[in-house]
T-cell receptor
Framework: DADVTQTPRNRITKTGKRIMLECSQT?????MYWYRQDPGLGLRLIYY???????NKGEISDGYSVSRQAQAKFSLSLESAIPNQTALYFC????????????FGPGTRLTVL | AQSVTQLGSHVSVSEGALVLLRCNYS??????LFWYVQYPNQGLQLLLK??????LVKGINGFEAEFKKSETSFHLTKPSAHMSDAAEYFC?????????????FGTGTLLAVQP
């Protein structure tokens, strides 16, 4: 079984809809991250969390919110989706006190019409 | 602020030829450096990482990278390309001893391998 899983893998939605992307991990890591990937822009950090009581904004948090329901679960929400949020979204995890290596999920491809 | 520059968004090589993907970083403190690979329709997989031990780092699938502080570079190489190396490659930098463990990614280099 995969260590970092994301659901759904693909989603098409309409402008204005609320959507939630979910991430679960079995690696036992404290730190979890949400990124979006756009062609030619690489990966950009949306939010990150060090534990269930710690949530931090990344460089592009506007229009997004997150919830850390448990150590193993970190969800990303788009309250009112807009077309420029069409992207590939990745969840990642990392252990505390490591050399900052992160482990990535398979990604969720989101299309907002 | 940290940053990463990957020169060349697309690189094409012939099978069996040398692969060289360039990465330059900017960091005010000694960094950790990473190369990740993304195969089509998959997530990112770690190829190798520099964490202050040997400056020449060997990774999976025959790839290696050399940390050159004087040139602020961490270029990725492989002596002989294989068709299965076709993928997108990302260089990333992170603060050593930083509190956030954040990775700053480059914009990626798409490697094509011609038969």
């Amino acid at each position: 079984d995969a260590d970092v899983t994301q659901t759904p893998r693909n989603r098409i939605t309409k402008t204005g809809k609320r959507i939630m992307l979910e991430c679960s991990q079995t690696k036992g890591h404290d730190r979890m991250y949400w990124y979006r990937q756009d062609p030619g822009l690489g990966l950009r950090l949306i939010y990150y969390s060090f534990d269930v009581k710690d949530i931090n904004k990344g460089e592009i948090s506007d229009g997004y919110s997150v919830s850390r329901q448990a150590q193993a679960k970190f969800s990303l929400s788009l309250e009112s989706a807009i077309p420029n949020q069409t992207a590939l979204y990745f969840c990642a995890t990392g252990p505390q006190g490591s050399n900052n290596e992160q482990f990535f999920g398979p990604g969720t491809r989101l299309t907002v019409l | 602020a940290q940053s990463v520059t990957q020169l060349g968004s697309h690189v094409s090589v012939s099978e069996g030829a040398l692969v060289l993907l360039r990465c330059n970083y900017s960091s005010s403190v000694p960094p950790y450096l990473f190369w990740y690979v993304q195969y089509p329709n998959q997530g990112l997989q770690l190829l190798l990482k520099y964490t202050s031990a040997a400056t020449l780092v060997k990774g999976i699938n025959g790839f290696e990278a050399e940390f050159k502080k004087s040139e602020t570079s961490f270029h990725l190489t492989k002596p002989s390309a294989h068709m299965s190396d076709a993928a997108e490659y990302f260089c990333a930098v992170s603060d050593r001893g930083g509190a956030t463990n954040k990775l700053i990614f480059g914009t990626g280099t798409l490697l094509a391998v011609q038969p």
